[in-house]
T-cell receptor, first 113, second 115 residues
């Protein structure tokens, strides 16, 4: 099992450009999450999904959109990148919530200039 | 409101010394508690979790944590630090709110291990 994979690993964007980050999991998990990690701030939830075809806003959703057309994939889109979106982005998945652990991908380092 | 506080953004110990990473939480209901570890340039991975069974939880790599309800704490310990323990550690709390379960991560504590 590959677990959770993320594409790409690194990306540099200019302000105003758009891009899509892809997350894939092979564990048949229902729940998927997108986080951003910034120094001293831990992980902040951007959007999440409780199943195929569903998405919901997290703590910091502004400037991002997501889609979950297939159970194994969760896409994060930036329509018009801003320097404030420079961060490391992590995707995670879990079988359920509450007591269930989240499994994380290796991250995508995004720089917006 | 749910929150997680990790005391100390950086902790430095000598190899062989006790590791103590502190985590306090606030929650209106009994929570589930987690410790995750992040090695450089990797994603987070689970060290251990508390799910209302035994209050002393043992995890991987010799780490353990004790849930103390009266102190609202879930501190992480390891009797003897190893160089390979150098990483960032995150405490997380998950509890049931009006919109379902919500998981909050602490800001993280970076552990340095000196030879």
């Amino acid at each position: 099992n590959a677990g959770v994979t993320q594409t790409p690993k690194f990306r540099v964007l200019k302000t105003g450009q758009s891009m899509t980050l892809l997350c894939a999991q092979d564990m048949n998990h229902e729940y998927m999450y997108w986080y951003r990690q910034d120094p001293g701030m831990g992980l902040r939830l951007i959007h999440y999904s409780v199943g195929e075809g569903t998405t919901a806003k997290g703590e910091v959703p502004d400037g991002y959109n997501v889609s979950r057309l297939k159970k194994q994939n969760f896409l994060l889109g930036l329509e018009s990148a801003a320097p404030s979106q420079t961060s490391v982005y992590f995707c995670a998945s879990s079988q359920d919530q509450g007591a269930h652990e989240q499994y994380f991908g290796p991250g995508t380092r995004l720089t917006v200039t | 409101a749910q929150s997680v506080t990790q005391l100390g953004s950086h902790v430095s110990v000598s190899e062989g010394a006790l590791v103590l990473l502190r985590c306090n939480y606030s929650s209106s209901v009994p929570p589930y508690l987690f410790w995750y570890v992040q090695y450089p340039n990797q994603g987070l991975q689970l060290l251990l979790k508390y799910t209302s069974a035994a209050t002393l939880v043992k995890g991987i790599n010799g780490f353990e944590a004790e849930f103390k309800k009266s102190e609202t704490s879930f501190h992480l310990t390891k009797p003897s630090a190893h160089m390979s323990d150098a990483a960032e550690y995150f405490c997380a709390v998950s509890d049931l709110g009006t919109g379902g379960f919500k998981t909050i991560f602490g800001a993280g504590t970076r552990l340095f291990v000196k030879a």
